[in-house]
């Protein structure tokens, strides 16, 4: 049997090896089945006939009309062909500023012709130019229908692989395949019960749609066939991995959690941190490694689920560690956790690049002895010499800024089996890209505020109101606040932004002026030492403003800042204002948050505003974001696939989204390796997928 899916299109009449290359690196085009699987963006609707009085300037049209009138018109060089058509409703010219023979004498005079292409109205004269044109006949007319439209450039087309040249040896490949070149991939109590058409059907339709319903019936069949694949391979390979990496058993929840849950914890837990805990005890219990990621918008406590979470390890006899993107976040944490603990005798201790010495020593020597229950710190944690005794559970909070070889450094970390891993972040994830996203790490979220927070109050200020807002911020100051003014920092023009920065400090210099007021300024070109020194003076109070880039974005808590200002507003995304504003309304106090902008405001970032106004919960945030940015740029999304979907649309397609992820779901529940009957085919097309076959297993 000939493979005809992967033959090169080089040996295709007309295109050869050198059109062939340029068309690859264009178009990424190769095979026949890249041809195939690469589907039109549009249609051009041919089952239309507009009546010429109905024809609206500058649009698409076809008309029939018969030939009443023909002429060469000489100008300059030049000689156009010009040629008049009428219907019932009234004429239409026709224009050729080169016109080879043939168009010529096919243009007889009383006959009746299907004329397809752009018309422009100019001095009332409705015509178009180089129309397509084909003699009428009505049963032709009746099995026209749409043309696909593919996406080309300018280079490819000249050398002759254009639209119409694409179109053709698509439909002759088409037709030239059967089931064995293209192999249906869904078992058929699916198809039957989703009622999708087969695949090989779709992939003609999807390319010549007879008509609007065929084209419907093709997308939701390739729509589903990519987000089905998709979502049930990440099922079933989260579950093979669960098989394949053990973790220790933590059977039962003793006396240390007991005994702080029941006295010591100064509130009463929300339901959603209550419901966490108890995904991770299940998780912790059940013999495979955990791979949690914990979501919880910014002050949801999930540093208390973290707590909670370290107290069940060592019920089990197991330490923990915690890691902290930065210094000054894992100093935090190990005073919060520190004195969470005070008067029990549970050993925590901290360590980051800072801590030197017989300290360090000490701390590495009672690590490995097992004198130690709980390491708070950088990621000093995942240098080699750093040995635990039996590491159990290893948390990472923000996790964006970890990387992938840092988790892996902390899976080798433990005795036998790798510790269970709790990933927490605060950057909110819409449900739909959470769905497809962190599909291959088991999701807890966190969507609930402790009780009795006061919301940030956002507002809106314009430059020239600027003197209203120094006003306000004194007489912050004057009841003991504090304040940070964030800047944007964007890679490209980090020069710019830097003296931005600079002549913003210096300005406030002069509206704040020493010994009273004192304020600090952290950038990102700081050594790190420096920074932490600031970010110090300034959350023990020393400092009232805190001037900086948006490296305090993540996770820092000075309960008695409340006003964050943003400048240049504009040039901030969605999902970064809300990780700002989250730096205040962290005490008992109202606190508030400026943005401010230029009056010249872009649609979009008006949008932006008006959203940060109007709301402080993080997942509607995040929603919003996805709808203003799409979600090739959201956070996480680039290596997730999401962006190889064909036809799939997050957005769009949110129901089928959902439906999937049901139908995977039951799937999986009921058939874990897919090796029943009607289900191998699944299970074949995910291995073929896992070996990263360039086959044509599934559309996408
Ligand atoms: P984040 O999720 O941003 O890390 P934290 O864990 O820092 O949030 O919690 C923010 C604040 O909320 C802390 O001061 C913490 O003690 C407090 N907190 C956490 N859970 C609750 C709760 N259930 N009720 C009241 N306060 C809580
Ligand atoms: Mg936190």
């Keep these: 049997m000939i493979d005809i899916l992967n033959q090169p299109i080089e040996n295709i009449k007309g295109i050869g090896p050198n059109r062939s290359k340029l068309i690859e690196s264009d178009l990424g085009i190769k095979s026949l089945g890249d041809l195939l699987f690469i589907f039109p963006y549009r249609y051009v609707d041919k089952t239309l006939v507009t009546l010429i009085k109905d024809v609206q300037n500058k649009s698409h049209v076809q008309v029939v009309g018969t030939l009443i009138d023909k002429s060469k018109v000489k100008g300059g060089k030049t000689t156009r062909l010009k040629a008049t058509i009428r219907d019932s409703s009234g004429l239409m010219e026709l224009v050729w500023f080169k016109s080879p023979q043939w168009i010529e004498d096919k243009l007889v005079l009383g006959k009746k012709f299907l004329v397809y292409g752009k018309a422009t109205r100019f001095k009332g004269i409705l015509s178009i130019s180089h129309p397509e044109l084909e003699d009428y006949a009505e049963s032709k007319l009746q099995a026209r229908s749409y043309e696909p439209v593919y996406s080309a450039t300018e280079k490819v087309n000249k050398l002759g692989f254009n ?309 306000f911020m004194h007489k912050q100051i004057q009841e003991g606040h504090q304040i940070y003014i964030v800047y944007p920092l964007i890679d490209e023009s980090e020069k710019l932004d830097l003296a931005n920065l600079q002549q913003g400090y210096e300005n406030l210099l002069t509206y704040f002026p020493p010994p009273d007021y004192k304020i600090s300024v952290v950038h990102g070109r700081m050594k790190p030492a420096d920074k932490d020194l600031e970010m110090k003076r300034f959350s023990e109070g020393k400092t009232h403003i805190m001037v900086a880039t948006t490296v305090i974005e993540v996770g820092v808590n000075v309960p008695n800042a409340s006003v964050m200002v943003i400048e240049n507003t504009e040039r901030f995304g969605l999902s970064q204002l809300h990780q700002l504003r989250g730096r205040v309304g962290r005490g008992a106090d109202q606190s508030f948050c400026i943005l401010m902008s230029s009056s010249q405001l872009s649609v979009n970032a008006k949008s932006r505003i008006k959203i940060m106004v109007s709301t402080t919960d993080g997942f509607l945030i995040a929603e919003e974001d996805l709808k203003l940015r799409g979600p090739g740029d959201i956070e996480g999304t680039k290596q997730s696939g999401v962006q190889a979907f064909r036809l799939f649309d997050l957005i769009e397609d949110e129901n089928m989204l959902d439906t999937t992820h049901d139908i995977a779901t039951l799937i999986i529940s009921r058939d874990p390796q897919l090796d029943q009957e009607p289900n191998l085919i699944i299970q074949h097309n995910i291995n073929r997928l896992n070996r990263g076959y360039k086959d044509w297993g599934r559309i996408g």
């Design 163 to 471: 639209n119409k040249k694409r179109s053709k040896i698509i439909l002759e490949t088409l037709s030239k395949i059967n089931h064995d070149d293209i192999k249906e991939n869904l078992p058929d109590y699916l198809r039957s019960k989703l009622d999708l058409i087969d695949r090989i059907q779709a992939l003609r339709w999807i390319h010549f749609p007879p008509h609007a319903a065929a084209l419907a019936q093709a997308r939701k069949r390739i729509k589903f066939e990519e987000v089905f694949y998709f979502k049930i391979r990440m099922l079933y390979n989260k579950q093979q991995r669960k098989l394949k990496y053990k973790g220790e058993v933590f059977s039962k929840v003793g006396d240390y959690f007991n005994n702080y849950y029941a006295h010591h914890i100064p509130f009463e837990l929300t339901n959603a941190q209550k419901r966490v805990i108890k995904e991770i005890r299940a998780d912790l219990g059940s013999g495979s490694q955990m791979n949690r990621l914990l979501q919880g918008d910014v002050g949801s406590g999930k540093t208390m689920v973290a707590l909670l979470s370290m107290l069940i390890a060592l019920d089990n006899g197991y330490q923990s560690v915690l890691v902290a993107p930065t210094e000054i976040l894992a100093q935090q944490h190990y005073l919060t956790i520190s004195d969470a603990l005070k008067g029990s005798s549970i050993r925590t201790a901290f360590l980051s690049g800072s801590v030197k010495g017989r300290t360090r020593t000490d701390i590495l020597r009672f690590l490995q002895e097992g004198e130690l229950n709980i390491l708070i710190g950088t990621h000093a944690v995942l240098e080699d010499k750093v040995n635990f005794d039996n590491l159990g559970l290893a948390i990472v909070d923000e996790q964006h800024r970890f990387g992938v070889l840092q988790r892996s450094k902390l899976w080798q970390k433990g005795r036998t089996l790798p510790p269970h891993m709790l990933v927490m972040t605060a950057t909110p994830i819409p449900r739909t890209l959470a769905m497809t996203v962190y599909g291959d790490l088991d999701v807890s979220v966190i969507d609930e505020l402790p009780p009795g927070r006061k919301p940030v109050k956002t507002i809106h200020k314009m430059e020239k109101n600027r003197s209203q807002v120094i006003e």
